[in-house]
């Protein structure tokens, strides 16, 4: 979002600009002088070379920014929605007493505001497009890009606004669930420790190769036949010829997996 706010400030530089250069932009008519001044007054640079128009990749800079911004809130929106799966359920957005989730099923607690969203996304994407399309005119003054500009600049700048109100709110009322995302981790019974054990191995002195075909054998057992993985460990004997059960065990620990969460959170917000 850091990035966003970056693009749209940028982009507003390279959108402000006007003229009043004649028809065919060579001040026929009217003095350059004019053109600055009715710019200044509008908070605007006077184009440095223009024709009828304002030439439109500045226009396509703008409405692009918009749609990366509207990207990200579609990227949170569909991670909530996955999140939100009955069989996953990490997080849930907020649902009052008496609100309704499916027409056809009354159990269901759908993400509305979410899918809402990703779908919106798709409209300002779209724009984006056709902002692009604006580029390319006959004899780079005709006007067919003012047709599309009247939809697309108060659509897409209306669409962003109220995505983003829509989602701070959302936001601000998610609904976290630690105990069934600990619950998912140990779904795993310990596999998502098999690239600190494959580690411990190489530092032991074999290869990664060796240490990989051993790891992954055992990994294999306990994913199809859902046995506990450290347990297959301890009994895989080329594996203790090189370890001890409390070296293995020791790798078990999700601590060590957070270790450096602290220093990544500093890093984001340390502005």
Not at 10 to 35: K, L, M
Not at 70 to 94: M, N, P, S, Y
């Amino acid at each position: 979002m850091g990035r966003n706010i970056e693009r749209i400030k940028r982009a507003r530089q390279v959108i402000s600009y006007g003229q009043i250069s004649g028809a065919v932009g060579t001040f026929a008519c009217i003095h350059p002088e004019v053109e600055g001044y009715v710019c200044a007054k509008l908070g605007l640079k006077p184009a440095p070379v223009s024709t009828q128009i304002v030439q439109r990749d500045r226009h396509a800079e703008f409405f692009t920014a918009l749609a990366i911004l509207a990207g990200t809130i579609d990227k949170i929106a569909t991670e909530i929605r996955h999140l939100q799966r009955t069989e996953v359920l990490e997080v849930e957005e907020f649902f009052s007493s008496g609100q309704k989730g499916s027409s056809a099923m009354p159990h269901k607690r759908n993400p509305v505001v979410s899918e809402q969203m990703s779908g919106l996304a798709r409209v300002i994407r779209a724009n984006s497009l056709a902002a692009m399309e604006n580029m390319p005119l006959w004899h780079e003054r005709d006007i067919s890009h003012s047709s599309v500009e009247r939809v697309i600049g108060p659509d897409s700048t209306i669409l962003v606004h109220y995505m983003l109100r829509k989602m701070t709110k959302m936001m601000e009322h998610l609904i976290v669930y630690p105990e069934n995302m600990m619950r998912n981790l140990e779904k795993t019974e310990g596999l998502i420790f098999s690239q600190s054990v494959l580690l411990a191995l190489v530092d032991k002195g074999i290869t990664r190769e060796e240490a990989y075909k051993l790891v992954q054998k055992n990994a294999m057992q306990s994913w199809t036949k859902g046995k506990d993985f450290l347990t297959l460990l301890k009994k895989d004997k080329k594996i203790g010829a090189l370890m001890k059960a409390r070296e293995i065990e020791k790798i078990f620990n999700l601590k060590s997996q957070f270790k450096n969460i602290d220093f990544i959170f500093k890093r984001i917000f340390k502005k």
